[in-house]
């Protein structure tokens, strides 16, 4: 098993959606930030947002383990083997991740 990378790349705010749903100032993520890295195997890095790590740790489990070797999902999705774009289930302001498999191995 092998080291996953994690990049925040954007940290976005659906701006209609937050002003009709969201509280008073609702802002972008305040846990992530643009530039952030984490590096992960089959556990949440520390100071991760739980909630993000529950919509991306299976794409972070299947990179750790050997999947990306080729490219995801039948060739049709990224195009740069062992890397998966994904983001987190936030609806008004969902972060955007960019996961690299990497050649560290992962210690127990």
Same mark, same amino acid.
């Given at each position: 098993?092998?080291?996953?990378?994690?990049?925040?790349?954007?940290?976005?705010?659906?701006?209609?959606? *937050?002003?009709?749903?969201?509280?008073?100032?609702?802002?972008?993520? &305040?846990?992530?930030?643009?530039?952030?890295?984490?590096?992960?195997?089959?556990?949440?890095?520390?100071?991760?947002?739980?909630?993000?790590?529950?919509?991306?740790?299976?794409?972070?489990?299947?990179? *750790?383990?050997?999947?990306?070797?080729?490219?995801?999902?039948?060739?049709?999705?990224?195009?740069? &083997?062992?890397? *998966?774009?994904?983001?987190?289930?936030?609806?008004?302001?969902?972060?955007?991740?960019?996961?690299?498999?990497?050649?560290?191995?992962?210690?127990?």
């Amino acid at each position: 098993m092998n080291i996953v990378k994690i990049t925040v790349l954007k940290t976005t705010l659906q701006e209609d959606l *937050a002003e009709e749903y969201g509280i008073d100032n609702f802002t972008t993520c &305040p846990m992530l930030n643009e530039g952030d890295v984490f590096y992960a195997d089959y556990a949440k890095p520390d100071g991760f947002c739980d909630e993000a790590w529950k919509a991306i740790y299976q794409y972070v489990f299947a990179l *750790a383990h050997g999947a990306g070797e080729g490219l995801f999902y039948y060739n049709d999705w990224i195009k740069e &083997p062992g890397v *998966a774009i994904v983001c987190c289930n936030d609806g008004l302001r969902p972060v955007i991740f960019k996961l690299e498999k990497t050649d560290i191995e992962s210690k127990p």
